[in-house]
C-alpha cells in the first residue's frame, strides 16, 4: 500500500496584522526591502528590528506593527521570496512559443532559483526559510507542492497525486543538497554541478512525468 506523504506542521503567518490598505502595503514592501538589504550586508545573527526601520525609513514602532521579531520578519522575507519564485517560473512557462515539456519546465524551476539566488538580496541567506537545523526546516515541503500546482495544468498532472507530491518533494530535497554544493564550490554556482542536477531531476522524474511509473507496475522508465 502506498504510504502518504509526509506532511509538515501548519507554519502560522509571521505577520501580525495583514495591511488591508495600500498604504500599509507598500510600508510592508519597503520593511521587507530593507530587511533584505540589511541581511545581505551583515547576516542573519546581526540583523535586527531597528537597523531594519533606519533602512526602510519608517518609525521602530511601523516594524512592531507588523512583526514582534528579527524572525518573524525573515519569514515574511522567505514566503515573499517563495512568492516571487513561483511568479517567475510561471511568467517562463506561459510566455508566447514556450515548449510545453517537463524536461524544460524542469530547467526553468532550476534556472530560476540559480537567477534569485545570484540577484536578489538576502536570498542566499533565507531562500525560502529562516536559518534553522536541518531537521526542522519545512519550506522543502511547501516549495514542493508549490512547483507541482504551478505544472499540473501545463503539464496535465493530478496535483492531488500522493506519489507525485512524494516525487516532487523527492526531486525538491535532491536539488536543494546539490545546489548548495554548487554555490559552496563557486559563489556564482558550480556549472557542472548545476548541469548534473539537472540530469538528475530528468532521470529521477522521467519514471513518473512520461507515465512509466504509473503505467508500469515494476516502476522503470518509460523509453
Same mark, same amino acid.
Given at each position: 500500500m502506498q504510504q502518504p506523504t509526509p506532511q509538515p506542521a /501548519?507554519? $502560522?503567518?509571521?505577520?501580525?496584522?495583514? /495591511?488591508?490598505q495600500q498604504r %500599509?502595503?507598500?510600508?510592508? =514592501?519597503r520593511i521587507l526591502d530593507a530587511c533584505a538589504e540589511v541581511l545581505e550586508e551583515t547576516g542573519y545573527e546581526?540583523? %535586527?528590528? #531597528? =537597523?531594519?526601520?533606519? #533602512?526602510?525609513?519608517? $518609525? +521602530?514602532?511601523?516594524?512592531?506593527?507588523?512583526? $514582534?521579531?528579527?524572525r518573524a520578519m525573515a519569514e515574511a522575507l522567505a514566503l515573499r521570496n517563495l512568492d516571487a519564485y513561483a511568479d517567475r +517560473? &510561471? =511568467? #517562463?512557462? &506561459?510566455a508566447p512559443d514556450e515548449p510545453v515539456a517537463w524536461r524544460h519546465a524542469m530547467d526553468v524551476v532550476v534556472d530560476e532559483y540559480l537567477a534569485m539566488k545570484? &540577484?536578489? $538580496?538576502?536570498?542566499?541567506?533565507v531562500e525560502f526559510t529562516v536559518p534553522a537545523p536541518r531537521e526542522s526546516r519545512q519550506a522543502n515541503y511547501e516549495v514542493a507542492d508549490r512547483l507541482l500546482a504551478l505544472l499540473?495544468?501545463?503539464?496535465?498532472?493530478d496535483a492531488a497525486d500522493e506519489r507525485l507530491r512524494t516525487a516532487f518533494l523527492v526531486g525538491v530535497e535532491s536539488a536543494d543538497a546539490l545546489l548548495q554544493l554548487a554555490f559552496r564550490i563557486d559563489p556564482a554556482g558550480d556549472a557542472a554541478i548545476v548541469a548534473e542536477t539537472k540530469q538528475l531531476l530528468r532521470a529521477y522524474l522521467a519514471r513518473y512525468l512520461d507515465g512509466g511509473e504509473q503505467s508500469r507496475p515494476d516502476g522503470g522508465e518509460q523509453r
Open positions: /501548519p507554519q $502560522p503567518t509571521p505577520l501580525r496584522r495583514v /495591511p488591508v %500599509s502595503a507598500e510600508r510592508l =514592501a546581526d540583523l %535586527s528590528t #531597528r =537597523a531594519v526601520a533606519g #533602512r526602510a525609513e519608517v $518609525p +521602530i514602532g511601523s516594524v512592531y506593527r507588523f512583526f $514582534p521579531n528579527k +517560473i &510561471t =511568467a #517562463r512557462l &506561459t545570484r &540577484t536578489v $538580496p538576502g536570498f542566499a541567506l499540473a495544468g501545463t503539464l496535465g498532472l
